[in-house]
């Protein structure tokens, strides 16, 4: 097993922190964007004669607007969960470099 770097995880995280922030940010956006799509689907339902919110509302999650929506939500999540576990594996690396060195310590000081 190679030896772990501490400074090349905190490097990373600092490096990819901001990749981490646009990927959150963008998942946000896409969740919250996706009620204005529902909504210019329902308004498009109703211009087509479609009087109640329900059926409207049906109208809008079956439009081609809002699956392409919901796949690009699909892609954001994906991002942010890529970008986030990377770093939560970045910071487990820290983590064992931690405990290797208080184990160190503990080796070394019964042998002195």
Not at 55 to 84: F, G, M, N, P
Request: glycine share 2%; aromatic share 8%; proline share 2%.
């Amino acid at each position: 097993m190679k030896p772990i770097d501490p400074q090349q995880a905190v490097d990373y995280l600092i490096k990819h922190s901001k990749d981490y922030a646009i990927a959150e940010a963008n998942k946000v956006y896409m969740e919250e964007f996706r009620k204005t799509v529902k909504a210019e689907c329902m308004k498009d339902a109703e211009l087509l004669g479609i009087k109640t919110a329900a059926i409207q509302e049906r109208e809008a999650y079956r439009s081609e607007k809002y699956k392409t929506h919901l796949e690009a939500l699909k892609e954001a999540v994906r991002a942010r969960e890529e970008a986030r576990w990377l770093m939560i594996a970045a910071q487990e690396r820290i983590a064992v470099w931690r405990s290797q060195e208080a184990s160190n310590r503990r080796v070394e000081g019964a042998t002195l």
